[in-house]
């Protein structure tokens, strides 16, 4: 039976959809029963997919969405179904796919054209609602695709079959074989150095992206290889990136990225995954150059989620939007005037250190960028940006996404329970322990939803979740030793095998109790992010480590393996994996035996030394010697501090000297 000829949008849990509850668009969520509609009126589907922070998907829904006409036009034609593609990234990844393999250049808001079988046939991004930028307006093109589908019906279902198939044996695909070597991922390396910019660092052109994931390859390469060129190069990009405007030196963040190749003027849009990711890879700076620009911008982004980003309960909001009083970056940018309006005379200071910054076709107010950073200028500086912060407060805000995503929430607690040790900071260590009480609060069973907004979750969360939030407990407990987040790491990594595992040694990202999806993939492929795939991997990786438990580690071996199989012949878009896998290749276990009571000068060792191929585990002195969980006939003393340094098979010899260990894991 169909649904209600009305919008059907205000009781979801995505703030996304809530923006759009009172289009007069007949919008429906993306669900079996808005499916089942489509097959039972043999019409074809508008599927729209985008996210709160988008700003063209903000001016395609003021300028299309909001229209009675158009919206007339779409609910006569079409069933039309909406999407956040942060609560669905599946469903996204599918379409976005279909997308790029007609020759399309992908993007958001994704636009596309399903047959009444929810298979896509034809596909863009943003349409304007009257032809301009050299394309059709948005009326146009539907009523092109309802003469298409009127005409050419049997046509059309057998091209969108084709492309669905297509799809399908990608994001599906099973292994082809090939072990993970360290000569592919060292060919990786090479190209991913090729094309970092030698000047202002990141990949080369326009716009820049931080590039996470490209980044870890070229620190682990630097781990692997000591070749000092890998770590330069992600050195390089941070230090520019964080003097430049994509990173706001008010608040601390980082925005999506810069549009420019200058890292200038970004897109303001604020997400919490690549303040999460900036924090590791700052961190993993300081610890090695002890540079005070990555222990500022830690503190400084650390801050900003503590502040700003917090929903009721300690987890963390998904985004802030780049608009605010319907325009780009407007929260952010400042005239010479506005500055000399808050700071008066010490105008001239401030600009000693700091710039207006522009960029090629910007018509907004310049975005402030550091020149250079000298630590020395820290106390003349921090008050004038107090000033400045204060000022820019009473401004309209951008809105936030108030949406917890499980998965990106564990990436954020991890890099703030590393970066904790790392700096010392009990209070950032409570902030990470909050968050995860608070995403903890909605697991049923070993189930994790992937979406949680006030009181409401969505359920079943993806595989990412589940592996997230066991490397969020990992490092939780490499923080505290606490038993429960050691139990909780391993319970989520069996919830991975049990509910998205492929009956071999891979998995799905979507659990196998999931009804509305056309078809489980993989997850393989990186976004910002790394990819499900890649998260599963160290999740099983880590989890084996923990439980000392060679079966495990067997395991995490086979899933790496079968992971580079798939994608070992498409290597870009899949560094998270390659990454991964190299972590599993090398990893390694420090436990340290130390008296609990006194100042435990090995554990500071460890903490100030961050490695993402090892594993750290912390036991008080008397330990009995098999709870260590070193590999089989090792059994030490375990009456005395000391540090054991371990693969599967061996250890290192015991350290007992801080100034040793040093020299053992710098080695």
């Known amino acids: 039976m169909p649904l209600a000829a009305a919008n059907l949008l205000a009781d979801e849990t995505s703030p996304y959809l809530q923006q759009h509850r009172d289009n007069p668009v007949h919008w429906r969520p993306w669900s079996r029963a808005a499916l089942d509609e489509a097959h039972e009126l043999d019409k074809p589907i508008l599927l729209s997919i985008g996210y709160a922070a988008c700003h063209w998907c903000h001016v395609m829904a003021h300028e299309s969405f909001e229209d009675p006409d ?160 890998r770590r330069d190069a992600v050195l390089l990009s941070l230090r520019h990136m964080l003097l430049g405007g994509i990173y706001d030196h008010l608040g601390g963040g980082l925005s999506r990225y810069s549009t420019d190749a200058g890292w200038a003027v970004p897109h303001f849009e604020k997400m919490l995954y690549d303040s999460a990711q900036l924090i590791r890879l700052a961190s993993w700076a300081y610890a090695e150059t002890n540079e005070e620009l990555f222990r500022v911008r ?163 969360g993806l595989s990412s979740d589940h592996a997230g939030l066991a490397l969020a407990a990992a490092a939780l407990h490499q923080a505290t030793g606490g038993a429960d987040t050691h139990a909780d790491a391993l319970g989520f990594c069996g919830a991975l095998d049990r509910w998205y595992g492929d009956g071999e040694a891979g998995h799905f990202l979507t659990a196998s109790d999931s009804r509305d999806v056309p078809f489980r993939i993989r997850g393989d492929v990186d976004e910002a992010i790394p990819s499900a795939t890649s998260q599963v991997i160290l999740a099983k990786t880590m989890a084996a480590q923990l439980a000392a438990d060679p079966d495990q580690a067997s395991g995490a071996q086979a899933t790496a393996e079968a992971a580079f199989g798939r994608v070992s012949q498409q290597p870009f878009g899949q560094a998270g994996i390659y990454n991964a896998c190299l972590v599993t290749l090398s990893a390694t276990k420090l436990v340290i035996v130390e008296d609990e009571a006194g100042r435990r000068p090995l554990r500071q060792v460890a903490d100030r030394n961050p490695d993402p191929r090892r594993t750290d585990l912390f036991l008080p002195l008397g330990t009995d010697p098999k709870a260590l969980g070193l590999p089989p006939g090792i059994l030490p003393d375990t009456r005395r501090a000391a540090a054991y340094l371990c693969t599967a098979t061996s250890c290192q010899a015991p350290v007992m000297d801080p100034a040793a260990l040093e020299t053992l894991l710098k080695a």
Not at 102 to 123: I, N, S, V, Y
Not at 159 to 185: D, I, K, M, N, Q
Not at 351 to 356: G, Q
């Open 70 to 229: 158009i919206a007339g036009l779409m609910n006569r034609l079409f069933v039309n179904i909406k999407v956040d593609r942060e609560e669905r990234p599946d469903i996204d990844q599918i379409f976005m796919a279909a997308l790029n393999a007609t020759g399309e250049q992908g993007g958001w808001p994704l636009t596309m054209f399903l047959t009444p079988d929810a298979q896509p046939f034809w596909g863009g991004t943003y349409f304007p609602n009257t032809p301009r930028f050299g394309r059709a307006s948005f009326p146009q093109v539907l009523q092109a695709i309802h003469r298409a589908w009127t005409e050419k019906r049997d046509e059309i279902r057998a091209s969108a079959a084709a492309l669905s198939g297509h799809v399908e044996a990608r994001l599906a695909a099973l292994p082809t074989g090939g072990g993970f070597s360290g000569e592919r991922f060292a060919t990786l390396a090479d190209s991913v150095l090729a094309m970092i910019d030698p000047v202002e660092g990141g990949l080369q052109g326009a716009p820049k992206f931080p590039n996470a994931p490209l980044m870890e390859t070229l620190w682990l390469s630097w781990l692997s290889t000591g070749e000092p060129t």
């Open 298 to 460: 830690t503190e400084e982004t650390i801050g900003w989620l503590a502040r700003e980003m917090r929903v009721p309960g300690g987890a963390f909001a998904a985004s802030l939007d780049a608009d605010s009083d319907g325009e780009e970056g407007k929260f952010y940018t400042w005239s010479a005037a506005a500055l000399e309006a808050v700071l008066g005379p010490d105008t001239p200071v401030f600009l000693t250190d700091y710039a207006l910054a522009t960029a090629p076709h910007w018509e907004g107010d310049p975005v402030l960028r550091r020149r250079a950073f000298a630590a020395e200028r820290e106390p003349v500086l921090a008050p004038l940006r107090a000033k400045l912060l204060a000022a820019r407060a009473a401004r309209l805000r951008p809105r936030r996404d108030d949406k917890v995503l499980v998965d990106w929430n564990g990436m954020a607690i991890a890099a703030i329970a590393a970066a904790a040790r790392l700096f010392g900071r009990d209070d950032w260590l409570q902030l990470a322990r909050d968050a995860y009480a608070d995403v903890l609060r909605f697991r049923d069973g070993d189930r994790l939803p992937h979406a949680i907004l006030g009181e409401k979750a969505a359920y079943p």
